[in-house]
């Protein structure tokens, strides 16, 4: 029969081992050398594009700062925060102090002027025309106690009395209103000492007028006018 020959070719390709039917595998690549983790290359960088040039940024001009410390008075602080400390100068009142002067009327018309003294101190006397001072060694005084005491509204030769600083001394100066003998003496007190100046009564007739004391102002409103001596009475 004519299909009697094929037959064990058939079988003989299906029964073949798979391997004869495969196709055999491409040769693998060849291996590359490996690098350390460290030295490994870094990639090429990409050429950018070509960037057009930069152009100068125009310059700014800064205003000059204000100083500070020339506008800002100093600060009364110290570095630490504490406020600083001022020294206040006071008169030195170390020494002898006298109080303020005195007057005072007596009986039969004299009078007298009288000062006191925390300590004892040397008086010196002197006279001039219309004038008599007693000068206080080392002896100091405050400044409400150097206004003058006016004594010329009383009937006595005494005009004013007033202390007045000379270097490290005090004076005490008596002004007359008229020519007078005088008599001085000086008692020590627990207090320290007060000197006393006395003088002889004298007749009223013989004393010159008190000054005149100026009237105080007269107020007006403004715009109407008041008429001569006569005051404005509508307030």
Known sequence: MWCSRPVPVVLALLLAPPALAQTPPAPAPPAQPTQPAGDTPAPAATPSPAQAPSQ?????????????????????????????????????????????????????????????????????????????????????????????????????????????????????????????????RVLETDQGMVLQVDFPAVDPGKLPAPPVTPAPPTLQRAGKKASKGVEDESY
Do not use: C, W
């Open 56 to 184: 100068p940024e125009p310059a700014t001009t800064t205003p000059p700062l204000r100083p500070v410390a020339s506008t800002q008075p100093p600060s009364p602080m110290r570095a630490t925060g504490k406020r600083k400390k001022t020294t206040k100068v006071i008169p030195n009142l170390l020494g002898p102090v006298a109080t303020y002067p005195g007057f005072r009327m007596l009986s039969g018309g004299s009078s007298r002027v009288f000062l006191q003294v925390n300590r004892k101190v040397d008086v010196v006397e002197s006279k001039a025309a219309g004038r008599i001072t007693y000068r206080l060694k080392g002896t100091h005084t405050i400044q409400t106690n150097q206004y003058p005491l006016v004594t010329s509204f009383f009937p006595t030769p005494v005009g004013r009395v007033l202390l007045t600083p000379q270097g490290t001394d005090l004076d005490l100066v008596v002004e007359l209103r008229v020519p007078s003998e005088a008599q001085h």
